[in-house]
Nanobody
Framework: QAQLVASGGGLVQAGGSLRLSCAAS????????MSWYRQAPGKQRELVAT???????NSVDSVKGRFTISRDNAKNTVYLQMNNLKPEDTAVYYC??????????WGQGTQVTVSS
């Protein structure tokens, strides 16, 4: 059974950096897009960044120039390098995988807290 395990969250001061990782295992089919979402308290879950199997990247304007998404296809792992973190980046971050047959899988979420 497919499973996503996310790690790398934590508490950091504004201006600091964190690197999130999410490893997929048990995938029966190939992986198409890998994404990071986040959900702040009282807000809807929002897409942060996506990287396709071909390497195409899209990200929300609020993180451009600060966050970088990447993936290691050999390890079925997606990363999110977050630099110059701001208090408004505080949220639970979730990884999401879209398989080649259209199945969607979510990781368990990792908390990122940025103090001012």
């Amino acid at each position: 059974q497919a499973q996503l395990v996310a790690s790398g969250g934590g508490l950091v001061q504004a201006g600091g950096s964190l690197r999130l990782s999410c490893a997929a295992s048990g995938m029966t089919f190939g992986i198409n897009a890998m994404s990071w979402y986040r959900q702040a308290p009282g807000k809807q879950r929002e897409l942060v960044a996506t990287i396709t199997s071909g390497g195409t990247i899209n990200s929300v304007d609020s993180v451009k120039g600060r966050f970088t998404i990447s993936r290691d296809n050999a390890k079925n792992t997606v990363y999110l390098q977050m630099n110059n973190l701001k208090p408004e980046d505080t949220a639970v971050y979730y990884c999401r995988v879209l398989s080649t047959i259209g199945s969607i899988y979510w990781g368990q979420g990792t908390q990122v807290t940025v103090s001012s």
